[in-house]
C-alpha cells in the first residue's frame, strides 16, 4: 500500500476527466515508446540489409580480378617454357582482360572508401600489395622464372581474395546468420574462389609438364597437394549448397543443378590431372589442358556471377521488404491500438459519469426523506454493484422505519401492558417469599439424612479396603505356591532325566557282557580244539591238554558269571524304566498342580479387583454424597437469597411501573418522527 500512495493521492485530487486524459496520455507514451524501438530495430535490420548488398556489389568486380589473374598465371608460366607458342600468343589478351576487370574493381572500391577506407584498414595495405605485384609482374624481366611467375600471380590471388574477405566482414556479408543467405554467401566470398585458386593452380602446374613431358618429384607433391586441397573445397562446397537447398526450398532445383554443374566441371580437371598427368601419359597438349581448366573456372565464375550472386541479392530484398511490410504493419496496429484505446477510454469515461450522476441523484432524494428512491443502471461493472448495494441500502433503510413504526406500536402497547403486569408481579412476588421459607425448611432436613447416609458409605468403604487387602495376600500366597510347585516339577523333570540316563548305562553294560560271554564262548570253542590238538599229540601233549582243560573250565566260569550279570542288568533296566514311568507320572501331576494353582492365583486376582473396584464404587459414593450435602447447603443459602430478591422485586416492580409510562410517551414521540419519511 505505501507502494501506491504517492499515485493515490494524486488520482485522488484529480476529477475522473483528468484522470482518463493522464491514463490515455501514459497508454499513448507507452505504444509510441515500444513503437519506436521496435521500429528502430527494424530500421537497423533494413540498414544491415542496405550493407549486405552493398558489400554484395563489390563481390562479383573482385571475383574477375581473381579470374583474370589465375588465367594470366597460367598463361605466363607456360609462355616462358617456350614449349607452347599459342600460350605466349593468348597471354596479351589476358592481361588485357585483367587490366580491365582491375580498373572495374577500383571503381567499385572506392565506393567503399568513405565507409570502410578509414586509416589503418587491412584491405587497403592488402589491395595495394596486390596492385604492387601486378606492375611488377606486367614489366619486362629478362630474369623471370617459371616459379617467380607462378608465385607472383599467386600473391596476387590471395590479397585480392583476402580483399573480398575483409569487405565481405565489413559489410556483414559474411556475417548474416539467415541460413536463406548465409550458406551462399559463404560459397561465393570463401569456398568458391579457394575452389577456383586450386584449379587456376593445378592449370599453372599442368600445363608446363604437360609442355615439356617431363614431371619432377616437387612437381608432382605439389599437383598432388592441390588436388586433395580441391577435393576439401569441393566436399565445403558440395555440403554449403546442400544446406542452401534445404534453406531455400523455392530455389532448390536451381541450386541443385548448380550443384551438378559445379561438381561435374570441377571432376573434368580433377580426372584429368589424376589420370594424364600424375600417371605421366601426357596424352593431352598443354594449350588443350589449359583451355579445360579455364573452361571450368569461365563456368564456375559465371555460375556465381549470374546465378548464386543474384540469388543472394533476391534474397536480401525480400527480407528487406518483409521487414518494411513488418514495420508498416506494426505502425498500423499501434495507430489502431491507440485509436482504439482512446474510444474506449472515452466511452468509459462517458459510462462512468453517467453512473455517478445517477447515484448522486438517488443519494439527494434519500437525502430528502424519499426511501422510495432507486437508483437503475445498465452498467455491470463496480458501479452497478454499487448501484444494486444502494437500492439494497434504501430498500432495508426502508424495511427498518417500517419495523420502527410497528415497533413503537407495539411499544405503546407492550407499555400498557407492563404497567397492567407490575401489580400481578408483586402479588406473586409475596408468594414467592413464603413458599421459599417452606423450601428452606424441607432443604435443611434432606441435608442431615445425606450426612447420615454419608456417614454409613465411609463404614462400608472401610470394610471393602479391609477385603481388598485380604485378597491380595491371597492372591500372593498363591502365586508363590504355584512358583514352589513349578520348582518342585523342575526337580522331578531332572531325576526322571537322571533315572533315564542310567537305564541307558545298563544297556551299555548289557552290550559288554554280551561280548565278554562271546568271548568266553570263542575261549571255550578254542580250549576244545587244543584239547583234541593234545590228544592226537598222544603223551606228548598231555600237558598242553591239562592247560587247554583249565581254560575251559575258565571260560565255562567266565560264561556262568557273564550270564548273571545279564540277568542282574535287565533286572536294573525293568526297575529303571518302571522308575522313569513312575517319575514322569509324579512329573504331569506337578505341572497339574501348578495349573490348577495358577488358575486359584487368577482367581484371587479377580477378587482382589472386584475389592479394588467396590471400593472406588464406595469411594465415589462418599464423595458423591459430600457434593450432595454442600450442594444441599448452597441451596439453602440460595433459598435465603431468593427471599430476599423477592422483596426486592417489589421495588422493582414499582419502578417499572414508572418506566412503562415513560416507555409510552417515547414510543408516541418516535410514530411521530417516522411518519416524516416517505415509506
Given at each position: 500500500m505505501?507502494?501506491?500512495?504517492?499515485?493515490i493521492?494524486l488520482?485522488?485530487?484529480?476529477?475522473?476527466?483528468?484522470?482518463?486524459?493522464l491514463?490515455?496520455?501514459?497508454?499513448?507514451?507507452?505504444?509510441?515508446?515500444?513503437?519506436?524501438?521496435?521500429?528502430l530495430?527494424?530500421?537497423?535490420d533494413?540498414?544491415?540489409?542496405?550493407?549486405?548488398?552493398?558489400g554484395?556489389?563489390?563481390?562479383?568486380p573482385?571475383?574477375?580480378?581473381?579470374?583474370?589473374?589465375?588465367?594470366?598465371?597460367?598463361?605466363?608460366?607456360?609462355?616462358?617454357?617456350?614449349?607452347?607458342?599459342?600460350m605466349?600468343?593468348?597471354?596479351p589478351?589476358?592481361t588485357?582482360?585483367?587490366?580491365?576487370a582491375?580498373?572495374?574493381?577500383?571503381?567499385?572500391?572506392?565506393?567503399?572508401?568513405?565507409r570502410y577506407?578509414?586509416e589503418?584498414?587491412?584491405?587497403?595495405?592488402?589491395w595495394?600489395e596486390?596492385?604492387?605485384m601486378y606492375?611488377?609482374?606486367?614489366?619486362?624481366?629478362p630474369?623471370?622464372?617459371?616459379?617467380?611467375v607462378?608465385?607472383g600471380?599467386?600473391?596476387?590471388?590471395?590479397?585480392?581474395?583476402?580483399?573480398l574477405?575483409d569487405?565481405?566482414?565489413l559489410?556483414?556479408?559474411?556475417?548474416?546468420?539467415?541460413?536463406?543467405t548465409?550458406?551462399?554467401?559463404?560459397l561465393?566470398v570463401?569456398?568458391?574462389?579457394d575452389?577456383?585458386?586450386?584449379i587456376?593452380?593445378?592449370?599453372?602446374?599442368?600445363?608446363?609438364?604437360?609442355?615439356?613431358?617431363?614431371?619432377?618429384?616437387?612437381?608432382?607433391?605439389?599437383?598432388t597437394?592441390?588436388v586433395?586441397?580441391?577435393d576439401?573445397?569441393?566436399?565445403?562446397?558440395d555440403e554449403k549448397?546442400e544446406?542452401?537447398?534445404?534453406?531455400?526450398p523455392a530455389r532448390?532445383?536451381e541450386?541443385e543443378?548448380?550443384?551438378?554443374?559445379?561438381?561435374?566441371?570441377?571432376?573434368s580437371?580433377r580426372?584429368?590431372?589424376?589420370n594424364d598427368?600424375l600417371?605421366?601419359f601426357f596424352?593431352?597438349?598443354?594449350?588443350?589442358?589449359?583451355?579445360?581448366?579455364?573452361?571450368?573456372?569461365r563456368a564456375?565464375?559465371?555460375k556465381?556471377a549470374?546465378?548464386i550472386?543474384?540469388?543472394?541479392?533476391?534474397?536480401?530484398?525480400?527480407?528487406?521488404?518483409?521487414l518494411?511490410?513488418?514495420?508498416?504493419?506494426?505502425?498500423?496496429?499501434?495507430?489502431?491500438?491507440?485509436?482504439?484505446l482512446?474510444?474506449?477510454?472515452?466511452?468509459?469515461?462517458?459510462?462512468?459519469?453517467?453512473?455517478?450522476?445517477?447515484?448522486?441523484?438517488g443519494?439527494?432524494r434519500?437525502?430528502r426523506?424519499d426511501?422510495?428512491?432507486?437508483?437503475?443502471?445498465?452498467?455491470q461493472?463496480?458501479l452497478?454493484?454499487?448501484a444494486?448495494?444502494?437500492n439494497?441500502?434504501?430498500?432495508?433503510?426502508?424495511d427498518?422505519?417500517?419495523r420502527v413504526?410497528?415497533?413503537?406500536d407495539?411499544?405503546?402497547?407492550?407499555?400498557?401492558?407492563m404497567?397492567?403486569?407490575?401489580?400481578?408481579?408483586?402479588?406473586?412476588s409475596a408468594h414467592?417469599?413464603?413458599?421459599?421459607?417452606?423450601?428452606?425448611?424441607?432443604?435443611?432436613?434432606?441435608?442431615?439424612g445425606i450426612?447420615?447416609?454419608?456417614?454409613?458409605?465411609?463404614?462400608?468403604?472401610?470394610i471393602?479396603?479391609?477385603?481388598g487387602?485380604?485378597?491380595?495376600?491371597?492372591?500372593?500366597?498363591?502365586?508363590?505356591?504355584?512358583?514352589?510347585?513349578e520348582?518342585?516339577?523342575?526337580e522331578?523333570?531332572?531325576?526322571?532325566?537322571t533315572?533315564e540316563a542310567?537305564?541307558k548305562?545298563?544297556e551299555?553294560?548289557?552290550?559288554?557282557?554280551?561280548v565278554?560271554?562271546?568271548?568266553?564262548?570263542?575261549t571255550?570253542?578254542?580250549?576244545?580244539?587244543?584239547?583234541?590238538?593234545?590228544?592226537?599229540?598222544g603223551?606228548?601233549?598231555?600237558?598242553?591238554?591239562v592247560?587247554?582243560?583249565?581254560v575251559?573250565?575258565?571260560?565255562?566260569?567266565?560264561?556262568?558269571?557273564?550270564?548273571?550279570i545279564?540277568?542282574?542288568v535287565?533286572?536294573?533296566?525293568?526297575g529303571?524304566?518302571?522308575?522313569?514311568?513312575?517319575?514322569?507320572?509324579?512329573?504331569k501331576r506337578v505341572r497339574?498342580?501348578v495349573?490348577?494353582?495358577?488358575r486359584?492365583g487368577?482367581?484371587?486376582?479377580?477378587?482382589?479387583?472386584?475389592a479394588?473396584?467396590v471400593?472406588?464404587?464406595?469411594?465415589?459414593?462418599?464423595?458423591?454424597?459430600?457434593?450432595?450435602?454442600?450442594?444441599?447447603?448452597d441451596?439453602?443459602?440460595n433459598?435465603e437469597?431468593i427471599?430476599?430478591?423477592?422483596?426486592?422485586?417489589n421495588?422493582a416492580?414499582?419502578e417499572?411501573?414508572?418506566?412503562?409510562?415513560?416507555?409510552?410517551?417515547?414510543?408516541?414521540?418516535?410514530?411521530?418522527?417516522v411518519g416524516?419519511?416517505?415509506?
Amino acid at each position: 500500500m505505501s507502494l501506491m500512495s504517492p499515485a493515490i493521492g494524486l488520482l485522488n485530487r484529480m476529477r475522473f476527466r483528468w484522470k482518463f486524459v493522464l491514463f490515455g496520455l501514459v497508454s499513448a507514451a507507452t505504444v509510441a515508446f515500444l513503437l519506436t524501438a521496435l521500429v528502430l530495430s527494424l530500421w537497423r535490420d533494413i540498414e544491415a540489409l542496405d550493407r549486405e548488398r552493398e558489400g554484395l556489389g563489390m563481390v562479383v568486380p573482385l571475383l574477375k580480378v581473381v579470374q583474370a589473374a589465375q588465367m594470366r598465371r597460367g598463361l605466363a608460366a607456360g609462355a616462358l617454357d617456350n614449349a607452347d607458342d599459342s600460350m605466349k600468343q593468348r597471354l596479351p589478351a589476358a592481361t588485357q582482360t585483367l587490366d580491365q576487370a582491375w580498373d572495374e574493381a577500383e571503381r567499385v572500391l572506392a565506393r567503399f572508401e568513405p565507409r570502410y577506407g578509414g586509416e589503418g584498414a587491412k584491405w587497403r595495405e592488402r589491395w595495394k600489395e596486390a596492385a604492387d605485384m601486378y606492375a611488377s609482374l606486367k614489366a619486362p624481366n629478362p630474369n623471370a622464372t617459371v616459379q617467380w611467375v607462378f608465385d607472383g600471380h599467386t600473391l596476387m590471388v590471395k590479397n585480392a581474395i583476402l580483399v573480398l574477405h575483409d569487405l565481405a566482414e565489413l559489410s556483414g556479408l559474411s556475417l548474416d546468420a539467415e541460413a536463406s543467405t548465409a550458406y551462399l554467401n559463404a560459397l561465393v566470398v570463401d569456398i568458391l574462389p579457394d575452389a577456383t585458386e586450386r584449379i587456376a593452380r593445378l592449370a599453372g602446374l599442368g600445363a608446363p609438364v604437360l609442355a615439356e613431358r617431363y614431371l619432377s618429384g616437387p612437381v608432382r607433391q605439389r599437383l598432388t597437394l592441390q588436388v586433395g586441397e580441391l577435393d576439401h573445397a569441393m566436399q565445403v562446397a558440395d555440403e554449403k549448397l546442400e544446406r542452401a537447398r534445404l534453406a531455400n526450398p523455392a530455389r532448390a532445383r536451381e541450386l541443385e543443378d548448380l550443384q551438378i554443374e559445379l561438381a561435374v566441371s570441377v571432376d573434368s580437371v580433377r580426372e584429368w590431372v589424376i589420370n594424364d598427368i600424375l600417371t605421366e601419359f601426357f596424352s593431352q597438349s598443354a594449350s588443350a589442358f589449359f583451355d579445360n581448366a579455364t573452361g571450368t573456372l569461365r563456368a564456375t565464375f559465371d555460375k556465381a556471377a549470374n546465378i548464386i550472386v543474384p540469388t543472394i541479392d533476391e534474397l536480401l530484398a525480400e527480407r528487406r521488404e518483409g521487414l518494411l511490410r513488418t514495420a508498416t504493419v506494426m505502425v498500423l496496429i499501434a495507430a489502431g491500438a491507440v485509436a482504439l484505446l482512446a474510444y474506449f477510454l472515452g466511452a468509459l469515461y462517458l459510462a462512468i459519469a453517467h453512473s455517478l450522476r445517477e447515484l448522486g441523484t438517488g443519494a439527494q432524494r434519500l437525502g430528502r426523506g424519499d426511501l422510495t428512491a432507486r437508483i437503475a443502471l445498465l452498467a455491470q461493472d463496480e458501479l452497478g454493484e454499487a448501484a444494486e448495494r444502494f437500492n439494497a441500502m434504501a430498500a432495508a433503510f426502508s424495511d427498518a422505519m417500517q419495523r420502527v413504526q410497528r415497533s413503537a406500536d407495539e411499544v405503546n402497547r407492550a407499555a400498557a401492558a407492563m404497567a397492567a403486569s407490575s401489580s400481578q408481579v408483586s402479588r406473586s412476588s409475596a408468594h414467592q417469599s413464603e413458599a421459599a421459607s417452606s423450601m428452606a425448611a424441607a432443604v435443611e432436613e434432606m441435608t442431615v439424612g445425606i450426612d447420615e447416609i454419608g456417614r454409613h458409605a465411609h463404614e462400608a468403604e472401610s470394610i471393602s479396603s479391609r477385603s481388598g487387602e485380604i485378597s491380595e495376600n491371597g492372591a500372593r500366597m498363591v502365586q508363590q505356591t504355584a512358583v514352589e510347585m513349578e520348582l518342585i516339577a523342575r526337580e522331578v523333570d531332572a531325576t526322571a532325566n537322571t533315572i533315564e540316563a542310567l537305564g541307558k548305562k545298563s544297556e551299555q553294560i548289557s552290550n559288554i557282557v554280551k561280548v565278554i560271554r562271546e568271548i568266553a564262548d570263542q575261549t571255550n570253542l578254542l580250549a576244545l580244539n587244543a584239547a583234541i590238538e593234545a590228544a592226537r599229540a598222544g603223551e606228548s601233549g598231555r600237558g598242553f591238554a591239562v592247560v587247554a582243560d583249565e581254560v575251559r573250565k575258565l571260560a565255562e566260569r567266565t560264561s556262568t558269571a557273564t550270564q548273571e550279570i545279564s540277568t542282574t542288568v535287565q533286572a536294573i533296566q525293568s526297575g529303571t524304566d518302571e522308575a522313569v514311568e513312575s517319575m514322569n507320572r509324579g512329573v504331569k501331576r506337578v505341572r497339574e498342580g501348578v495349573a490348577l494353582t495358577q488358575r486359584a492365583g487368577e482367581a484371587m486376582s479377580e477378587i482382589r479387583d472386584g475389592a479394588q473396584s467396590v471400593v472406588r464404587s464406595v469411594s465415589d459414593i462418599s464423595a458423591a454424597l459430600k457434593e450432595q450435602s454442600a450442594a444441599s447447603n448452597d441451596i439453602a443459602r440460595n433459598v435465603e437469597q431468593i427471599a430476599q430478591m423477592a422483596e426486592e422485586n417489589n421495588a422493582a416492580v414499582s419502578e417499572a411501573a414508572n418506566v412503562a409510562a415513560r416507555l409510552e410517551q417515547l414510543a408516541e414521540a418516535l410514530r411521530k418522527e417516522v411518519g416524516h419519511f416517505r415509506l
